[in-house]
């Protein structure tokens, strides 16, 4: 059944005269995805011609992924147009790429993307297809060991914890909390008790004082508690983030645990401004923008299924890789795995681009309009470079400062 839907969702989206080119990698998304038009494409001989974009890294081949991008597209002879990473980095020609003058968010990799928009207008293409919902529907560590269990596949669920518990360094007990007690508890306490109890408990937090930002006291609620430790919190207050529930009111009354957690990853508000902001570039160049796993169809299915059959620990996208055999080369599907481009974002800004960074959270207009604190973040920056904290929270900071400058704001 998931094959039919992807294959239709591909196809609905090939209906072009001019060529259509696939934000290729060496992931199972993007690789289903181009697998799926290059399978189309020799049953139908009226599809357009198809080309793949990829990047390509040199210095960091710990995040390239060439060797499993070829088999896809050695086997559907799919044209595959290299982009050199380190051309494409992060703040890389400042202020050359950047936000829209409608939203602050962009992406730390835009570079790379409109580097490969400018690639593929050259050859023609009219239409992009990428896979970036691959993750919400089929990933994103949404874990359903209480349907195991369910299903009386007993010595899988016993599988699927020891594992669980390798992967995020959990004793057994600890496990078992966390992946069955925790989520089965869930399902047996009524929504709106439980929903009622995490308010409460939200209020009563609230009073103590405020982590970060030295401007309050420990223990904000809500979608504040994620974020940065460089972001004060008297302005969280403000724009009532500590009281906003970002939980979609479809998902409150849902079933089961595992189910509540899988939708709430496919109507992830950040998923869908990142889908929005790749649309709107894409736009600004002419090109159409297409997301096969964004399809309405494959979300019902997703919702519809019960976890654990989707994606397991020990089978990471358990259900789409069973649903390639036969399209997808086999190797392919075994060696597609997550790899991040982290080790070139931690070079970017420490060294390539670090003067930038710099001149960035220096006379911040963030810490300016208060939202910021200026100190800590460059106290942040600097405990980075050293390697001494992690960095993605980084990066929403800098766009929202590059957004701040660029429209005078």
């Known amino acids: 059944h998931l094959r039919e839907l992807l294959l239709e969702a591909v196809r609905a989206r090939l209906r072009s005269r001019a060529p259509v080119g696939i934000s290729l990698s060496g992931g199972m998304d993007s690789a289903t995805v181009g697998s799926a038009a290059g399978w189309l494409s020799e049953q139908e001989e009226t599809l357009p011609p198809l080309r793949a974009y990829s990047w390509a890294f040199s210095e960091f081949p710990e995040s390239d992924e060439r060797e499993n991008i070829y088999r896809v597209a050695g086997r559907y002879g799919l044209p595959v147009s290299e982009i050199p990473a380190e051309e494409t980095y992060p703040l890389v020609e400042y202020p050359a ?47 359903d060991l209480p349907g195991l269990l369910r299903a009386g596949l007993f010595s899988t669920a016993r599988a699927e914890l020891a594992e669980l518990a390798r992967v995020f360094g959990l004793s057994k007990a600890r496990a078992v909390r966390r992946y069955l007690i925790r989520p089965v508890v869930s399902d047996l306490v009524p929504r709106g008790v439980a929903l009622s109890l995490r308010h409460g408990l939200a209020l009563l937090g609230r009073r103590g004082p405020l982590p ?41 009354t849902w079933r089961r645990a595992a189910g509540r957690e899988r939708f709430r990853h496919i109507m992830s508000p950040l998923v869908m401004r990142g889908v929005q902001y790749s649309e ?70 420490r060294n390539w681009a670090y003067r930038t960074v710099i001149d960035l959270i220096t006379d911040s207009r963030c810490a300016a309009h208060g939202y910021i604190d200026e100190a800590a973040l460059q106290k942040h920056f600097d405990d980075f470079v050293r390697g001494e904290a992690p960095a993605f929270d980084l990066w929403s900071t800098l766009s929202l400062e590059i957004w701040l400058r660029r429209f005078g704001l």
């Not at 790379?112 to 690639?119: D, I």
């Not at 904000?220 to 979609?248: C, I, N, S, Y």
């Open 280 to 349: 709107r570039l894409a736009a600004g160049f002419g090109v159409a923008f297409g997301d096969p796993w964004g399809d309405r169809r494959i979300a019902e299915f997703v919702l519809a299924c019960p976890q654990h059959v989707l994606d397991r620990a020990l089978e990471v996208k358990r259900l789409p890789r069973l649903a390639m055999r036969g399209i997808m080369p086999d190797e392919a599907i075994r060696a597609a795995d997550k790899v991040s481009p982290g080790p070139m974002y931690a070079q970017a800004l």
């Open 97 to 143: 790429h950047g936000p829209h003058e409608d939203d602050p968010f962009t992406s730390m990799f835009q570079p790379f993307m409109e580097r490969v928009l400018q690639t593929a207008i050259a050859d023609g293409v009219a239409m992009m297809l990428y896979g970036f919902r691959g993750d919400v529907m089929f990933g994103g560590n949404v874990n």
């Open 212 to 252: 970060g930002g030295g401007d309050g006291s420990k223990g904000l609620g809500g979608a504040a508690q994620r974020a940065a430790p460089h972001v004060r919190r008297e302005f969280l207050k403000r724009a009532g983030v500590a009281e906003a529930d970002l939980t979609p009111l479809q998902v409150r």
